[in-house]
Protein backbone atom coordinates (compact mmCIF):
# COMPACT_ATOMS: atom_id res chain seq x y z
CA UNK A 1 0.00 0.00 0.00
CA UNK A 2 1.54 3.82 -1.14
CA UNK A 3 0.46 6.27 1.28
CA UNK A 4 1.39 10.35 1.21
CA UNK A 5 2.05 11.91 4.56
CA UNK A 6 2.64 15.59 4.66
CA UNK A 7 6.03 16.07 7.27
CA UNK A 8 6.99 19.65 9.19
CA UNK A 9 10.56 20.29 7.86
CA UNK A 10 12.03 19.50 11.11
CA UNK A 11 10.34 15.78 10.50
CA UNK A 12 11.44 16.03 6.89
CA UNK A 13 15.52 16.96 8.22
CA UNK A 14 15.32 14.65 11.27
CA UNK A 15 13.76 11.68 8.32
CA UNK A 16 16.58 12.33 5.80
CA UNK A 17 18.79 11.95 8.82
CA UNK A 18 17.60 8.70 9.88
CA UNK A 19 17.66 7.12 6.54
CA UNK A 20 20.93 8.18 6.48
CA UNK A 21 22.54 7.43 9.34
CA UNK A 22 20.82 3.65 9.31
CA UNK A 23 21.36 3.13 5.86
CA UNK A 24 17.39 2.27 4.89
CA UNK A 25 14.96 3.69 2.73
CA UNK A 26 12.34 6.30 3.94
CA UNK A 27 9.84 3.49 3.53
CA UNK A 28 11.75 1.64 5.68
CA UNK A 29 12.44 3.86 8.45
CA UNK A 30 9.02 4.95 8.67
CA UNK A 31 7.70 1.60 9.00
CA UNK A 32 10.07 0.82 12.12
CA UNK A 33 8.81 3.68 13.55
CA UNK A 34 4.77 2.19 12.99
CA UNK A 35 6.50 -0.78 14.25
CA UNK A 36 8.03 0.95 17.42
CA UNK A 37 4.75 2.73 18.28
CA UNK A 38 2.54 -0.68 18.09
CA UNK A 39 5.15 -2.22 20.29
CA UNK A 40 4.98 0.66 22.86
CA UNK A 41 0.65 0.94 22.91
CA UNK A 42 1.04 -2.61 23.77
CA UNK A 43 3.42 -2.56 26.58
CA UNK A 44 1.36 -0.14 27.69
CA UNK A 45 -1.94 -2.33 27.69
CA UNK A 46 -0.38 -4.76 28.98
CA UNK A 47 -0.84 -4.97 33.03
CA UNK A 48 1.66 -3.97 35.24
CA UNK A 49 3.32 -6.13 38.18
CA UNK A 50 3.54 -4.88 41.72
CA UNK A 51 6.73 -3.92 41.50
CA UNK A 52 5.99 -2.14 37.66
CA UNK A 53 3.29 -0.29 39.75
CA UNK A 54 5.12 1.22 42.19
CA UNK A 55 8.73 1.73 40.57
CA UNK A 56 8.10 5.95 39.71
CA UNK A 57 7.70 5.60 43.61
CA UNK A 58 11.46 4.13 44.45
CA UNK A 59 13.99 6.00 45.56
CA UNK A 60 11.49 9.30 46.06
CA UNK A 61 11.80 9.56 49.65
CA UNK A 62 14.17 10.96 51.65
CA UNK A 63 14.85 9.50 55.39
CA UNK A 64 15.90 12.61 57.14
CA UNK A 65 18.63 10.78 58.05
CA UNK A 66 22.28 10.48 56.39
CA UNK A 67 22.46 8.22 53.26
CA UNK A 68 20.70 4.37 54.33
CA UNK A 69 22.58 2.55 52.29
CA UNK A 70 26.48 4.01 53.64
CA UNK A 71 24.97 3.87 57.00
CA UNK A 72 24.36 0.16 56.39
CA UNK A 73 27.36 -0.56 54.96
CA UNK A 74 29.61 0.53 57.27
CA UNK A 75 28.03 -1.11 59.72
CA UNK A 76 27.84 -4.02 57.81
CA UNK A 77 31.85 -3.66 57.77
CA UNK A 78 31.48 -3.28 61.73
CA UNK A 79 29.99 -6.51 62.21
CA UNK A 80 31.96 -8.31 59.97
CA UNK A 81 35.47 -7.01 61.69
CA UNK A 82 33.79 -7.65 64.98
CA UNK A 83 32.85 -11.27 63.79
CA UNK A 84 36.60 -11.80 62.80
CA UNK A 85 38.03 -10.47 65.87
CA UNK A 86 35.46 -12.92 67.88
CA UNK A 87 37.10 -15.95 65.72
CA UNK A 88 40.36 -15.17 66.14
CA UNK A 89 40.06 -15.10 69.94
CA UNK A 90 37.74 -18.44 69.93
CA UNK A 91 40.94 -20.20 68.29
Do not use: W, Y
Not at 35 to 55: F, N
Amino acid sequence: MTITVRLLRAQQAALARLTKTRGQTKSDVVRDAIELLLEREAAEREPMGSHETVAHLIGCANSGKEVLSESTGRRFAALMKERARSQRRHR
